[in-house]
C-alpha cells in the first residue's frame, strides 16, 4: 500500500535562507507525487508534480522538488524564504486507483 | 471557467441535524473526491467518484453518503450529523486517471 510521510510538522526559517521540508513515500510502483500548499484559510494549490519524467520537478514561487527513488524520497527546497511562504505544505502521493494519500503536513515558519 | 466551487462555505449544524454539501465544476472532469481536512491529519478521502452515476467509498466513509447523478456535480450528505464531523471538506475533481486534481476552496462545518 502507498503511504507518505512528512518527516517535519514544523519548520522555522529566516526570510532569505534556504527552506527544505522533507517527504518519503511508500510505492509499489513507481509513484506520482505532488506538493500542495495550502496559506491559512485558503483552499490547497499545487506547487510541483512528478510523474516519472525528470527527477528534479521544478514548481511555482521558486519551489523545486527532486524524487530519489533509491531513498523512496521527494524532499521540497526552495532557495530563499520570503515571507509570503508561511503556509502548511503537503506531500501526497498517487495510488493505482487514482485516491491521493496525503502527508500529514508540515507547518512553515517565516521569521523577517 | 470558475474550475471547482463548494456550497456552502460554512455551516454549524446542531447533533442529528442533517445537510448537503453541494461540489461543482465546469471542467467537464470524470473524477471527483470528496476529503476532509483535521488538524495533524492531513486530508483523508471520504468518498469518490470515476464517473457519473459512480461512487466509491475512501478511507473514512463512515457516517456520509454521496452522490454524483449528474457528471458536474458531486453531493456529499450528513445524514445525522455528530461533533466528531465538525472539519473542514474540500472537494477535489480531475479529468482522468492520471490527471492532477483540482481543489476547492473548502466548507468549514461546526456540528455542536
Known amino acids: 500500500a502507498q503511504s507518505v510521510t512528512q518527516l517535519d510538522s514544523h519548520v522555522s526559517v529566516s526570510e532569505g535562507t534556504p527552506v527544505l521540508l522533507r517527504c518519503n513515500y511508500s510505492?509499489?510502483?513507481?509513484?506520482?507525487l505532488f506538493w500542495y500548499v495550502q496559506h491559512p484559510n485558503k483552499g490547497l494549490q499545487l506547487l510541483l508534480k512528478?510523474?516519472?519524467?525528470?527527477?528534479l520537478v521544478k514548481g511555482i514561487n521558486g519551489f523545486e522538488a527532486e524524487f530519489k527513488k533509491s531513498e523512496t524520497s521527494f524532499h521540497l527546497t526552495k532557495p530563499s524564504a520570503h515571507m509570503s511562504d508561511a503556509a502548511e505544505y503537503f506531500c501526497?502521493?498517487?495510488?493505482?486507483?487514482?485516491?491521493?494519500?496525503f502527508g500529514t503536513g508540515t507547518r512553515l515558519q517565516v521569521f523577517p | 471557467n470558475a474550475g471547482v466551487t463548494q456550497t456552502p462555505k460554512f455551516r454549524v449544524l446542531k447533533t442529528g441535524q442533517s445537510m448537503t454539501l453541494l461540489c461543482a465544476q465546469d471542467?467537464?472532469?470524470?473524477?471527483m473526491y470528496w476529503y476532509r481536512q483535521d488538524p495533524g491529519m492531513g486530508l483523508r478521502l471520504i468518498h469518490y467518484?470515476?464517473?457519473?452515476?459512480?461512487?466509491a467509498k475512501g478511507e473514512v466513509p463512515d457516517g456520509y453518503n454521496v452522490s454524483r447523478l449528474k457528471k458536474q456535480n458531486f453531493l456529499l450528505g450528513l445524514e445525522s450529523a455528530a461533533p466528531s464531523q465538525t472539519s473542514v471538506y474540500f472537494c477535489?475533481?480531475?479529468?482522468?486517471?492520471?490527471?492532477?486534481?483540482?481543489f476547492g476552496p473548502g466548507t468549514r462545518l461546526t456540528v455542536t
Open positions: 477535489a475533481s480531475n479529468l482522468a486517471g492520471g490527471q492532477v486534481p483540482y
Open positions: 510505492s509499489s510502483y513507481s509513484p506520482s
Open positions: 501526497v502521493v498517487r495510488t493505482g486507483t487514482d485516491k491521493l494519500i
Open positions: 471542467m467537464n472532469h470524470e473524477y
Open positions: 512528478y510523474t516519472s519524467a525528470a527527477t
Open positions: 467518484s470515476v464517473g457519473e452515476g459512480t461512487t
